[in-house]
């Protein structure tokens, strides 16, 4: 089944791709570097923009997740990670990018800078309680089951 996400590029991007999947089993879309050059220096945190906007239906979201390859490769990843960018929104899609790596990086025009995966959520109604029901787990949690 296909689902229709309309897209629009900003006036400065028309000539960058649209998201895309590199291989049929990704979940991920990637997303593009709407910049001539921008050095992103050890440590430095950069809102790079990727040219696009686009509509998502009710009952769906895009997250916004690092790329796997500049992470191990260069210590470069997304910070509010995954970003989340909701139904309402038609702001174009920028990236909060972070260097931990040892030395600089550089984001070209057309780099491939994040991914998007589109997840269907639902709409809950909190009900407040006096107490939950017990589990197994319990309040376990952050590692109370080992490290090995």
Do not use: W
Request: charged share 25%; aromatic share 8%; glycine share 10%.
């Amino acid at each position: 089944m296909q689902n229709e996400f309309f897209i629009c590029k900003t006036d400065d991007a028309k000539d960058l791709p649209v998201p895309c999947r590199q291989t049929s089993g990704s979940s991920g879309y990637d997303l593009y570097a709407n910049v001539d050059s921008l050095v992103l220096k050890h440590g430095d945190i950069a809102l790079v923009p990727t040219g696009i906007r686009i509509q998502i239906p009710m009952g769906f979201e895009a997250q916004i997740r690092p790329r796997s390859g500049l992470a191990l490769k260069y210590g470069v990843t997304l910070l509010n990670s995954p970003g989340t960018v909701d139904s309402d929104y038609r702001g174009e899609i920028k990236v909060i990018m972070i260097n931990h790596g040892k030395e600089d990086f550089i984001i070209k025009r057309g780099d491939r800078i994040a991914q998007m995966v589109i997840s269907r959520f639902c709409d809950v109604q909190f009900v407040h309680v006096d107490e939950l029901l017990d589990s197994a787990r319990g309040e376990g949690g952050f590692g109370h089951t080992g490290f090995n």
